[in-house]
């Protein structure tokens, strides 16, 4: 691996000049003449009547494929534009122009999959009997399904246009919420003003008093905006019930289940299995705020290291930790991750303008992807890097199979980016060279429990009745941060001295439109993946090949049938679900018995 690696990113092989691209201009020129074409194509399509009539449609197919990864290149490269820089009007208005396009292919899909609906169910069988089809077969077969439960196309075509400046809208208005925010900050190079990326980093500092100031200063900033992100909030969520009332569906989680591809069955097992794993999470907070010298922990103290060390952790050295730890479970892994490296995939670097937050986006048709993030040498960083080239290698996986084929469900997109954490934080607690490294190594990996367990589960139950209560009408940012405190309280088992009443204007993931509930979906990867962890521990290293074909077949499968094929397990049943808990109860076992004369 070449050092010293590169902190930035390079975005100019997709397209070069970033938000001034001549290239990127002309991409998206010819997409929107195809999109039109496809429109056309549609339009003229019928319902076929027998198998010969099928081949006539093998175009629309191809061309829907050919806008769909272009769609996916340009959406991808646009956001990066914005992330790396909040401050480009120029990528505002590039974000603008791939959402309308998005919308206007979306409304053609829509046509499309009243074509898919209106086949009679022989003929369907037909259809998808023929060779050049069969591999889409569960791909259209779920858009067919999908479209006999929704509005008429043209309703449907005419909520998405609306959306564009709507329900899209609002969410990147949320952006400019974030981008406004500035909090004061003093260090041995004077006063400065942190970016909401750059203050978060602070919220994990070493020293009490320091998180404690700068949560102060963090709640404060936000609750400056709050009123400005409950309109946002309230408007999104108005938005998807009443598009929810127009379809006839009265299940706010009918949708997020669907696009996760798993059961409301399923996503109750495993909560159960959460909520009976509690105690043990409630003891380790308890010891933890003993260890930190505290009654009880804040808000901001759950996430504190334990470490008293204020040595940070190189970015060369993280990058190498990862390929060395990734490589004894799958050479093809670490491989990977090596390369991504080499290449400048990867943006790291501390300056104010960017985004908060981390992610991982993949382009199609240059089959490579670029991570996100702002590197300060935490621990947590180290496992933010991890956990982002987890999602780059599950859509490497991918690269082969047909463009429909590679849209994978948030819930195993997460699965592969927390089995890629636990390789590199489980291999670090077994290697830890003293007592004092292995319980802070050890202590890091138990905070993943709490984020899923507790702080996701707060997520969930706030945003659940959130739903609930809008459908009476809007709801103030009073009783908002009321909810949400309400929320933390439960999932935390009230073991906390206090809570983060604006945590849901502070947190991007309530804004998303792509996927609403952006929260269960990670605690089903995680659990999910510990699963699989579990099972890579017993069956050794023969299990990297089966853990590549359950990724390979993510974008095919339901979470239920995948499991069932590649594993041998029922998801409706605790078994499973209560393995990957037990295996997480081990660790903070070891925590406590290791802690206990400390206290």
Avoid at 79 to 101: F, I, P
Avoid at 213 to 231: I, L, P, Q, R, T
Avoid at 251 to 268: A, G, Q, W
Avoid at 273 to 286: F, R
């Amino acid at each position: 691996m070449k050092q010293p690696l590169s902190l930035t990113w390079e975005l100019d092989s997709i397209f070069e000049g970033g938000s001034a691209s001549p290239g990127f201009e002309r991409f998206l020129s010819e997409l929107e003449g195809d999109i039109g074409k496809l429109a056309e194509h549609v339009r003229a399509a019928k319902a076929p009547v027998d198998l010969e009539s099928t081949k006539k449609l093998d175009g629309v197919i191809e061309l829907l494929q050919s806008c769909t990864a272009r769609l996916v290149q340009a959406s991808e490269f646009a956001g990066c534009l914005g992330a790396q820089n909040q401050q480009d009007k120029g990528a505002v208005r590039l974000s603008g122009t791939v959402a309308g396009l998005s919308a206007r292919f979306q409304g053609v899909s829509s046509a499309f999959e009243n074509v898919l609906r209106q086949t009679e169910d022989d003929v369907w069988r037909q259809w998808v009997g023929r060779p050049e089809i069969a591999p889409l077969t569960f791909v259209l077969s779920e858009s067919r399904d999908q479209a006999r439960e929704k509005m008429s196309p043209e309703l449907e075509s005419l909520a998405l246009e609306l959306a564009v400046d709507g329900y899209h809208g609002w969410s990147e208005h949320y952006e400019t919420i974030v981008s406004s925010i500035a909090i004061p900050y003093t260090d041995e190079d004077g006063e400065k003003l942190l970016s909401a990326g750059q203050a978060f980093n602070k919220l994990h500092d070493n020293d009490n008093q320091a998180r404690k100031d700068m949560f102060v200063k963090w709640e404060k900033s936000w609750e400056g905006v709050a009123d400005y992100a409950a309109d946002t909030l309230n408007h999104l969520a108005g938005f998807r019930l009443k598009l929810y009332e127009r379809r006839g569906w009265d299940d706010v989680l009918k949708e997020p289940l669907s696009i996760n591809r798993m059961s409301r069955e399923s996503l109750d097992v495993m909560w159960d299995v959460i909520v009976k794993s509690k105690p043990a999470l409630i003891a380790y907070l308890e010891r933890k705020a003993k260890l930190l010298g505290l009654t009880k922990l804040g808000w901001e103290d759950v996430e504190a290291p334990l470490a008293r060390s204020s040595g940070k952790i190189s970015y060369d050295r993280a990058a190498e930790e990862i390929v060395t730890q990734f490589g004894k479970f799958s050479p093809k892994l670490a491989e990977f991750a090596e390369r991504a490296f080499d290449s400048s995939w990867i943006e790291v670097e501390d300056r104010p303008g960017k985004r908060p937050g981390g992610f991982c986006v993949s382009f199609p048709l240059s089959k490579e992807s670029r991570i996100f993030m702002t590197y300060s040498g935490t621990p947590s960083n180290v496992a933010t890097l991890a956990h982002e080239l987890g999602h780059a290698y599950h859509s490497y996986l991918l690269d082969d199979q047909p463009v429909l084929n590679q849209n994978y469900a948030m819930n195993v997109a997460e699965t592969a980016s927390t089995f890629a954490e636990v390789i590199v934080s489980d291999a670090q607690v077994k290697a830890a060279e003293s007592e004092e490294e292995k319980l802070s190594l050890l202590e890091e990996k138990i905070q993943n429990s709490v984020a899923f367990f507790m702080n996701i589960h707060a997520r969930f139950l706030f945003e659940t009745r959130f739903y609930e209560k809008r459908k009476a009408g809007l709801v103030s940012a009073e009783e908002i941060s009321e909810l949400m405190v309400e929320a933390q309280k439960e999932a935390f088992g009230g073991t906390l001295s206090g809570y983060h009443p604006h945590f849901w204007a502070s947190k991007l993931h309530f804004y998303i439109t792509d996927v609403p509930f952006y929260n269960f979906p990670y605690t089903v990867g995680y659990m999910f993946s510990t699963g699989l962890y579990r099972l890579a521990l017993q069956e050794g290293p023969s299990f990297a090949d089966k853990y590549d074909a359950l990724l390979r077949d993510t974008g095919v499968m339901t979470l239920e049938d995948l499991a069932g094929k590649h594993l041998g397990v029922d998801l409706l049943k605790p078994e499973f679900w209560q393995g990957a808990a037990d295996l997480i109860l081990e660790d903070i076992s070891t925590f406590l018995d290791m802690t206990k004369h400390l206290v």
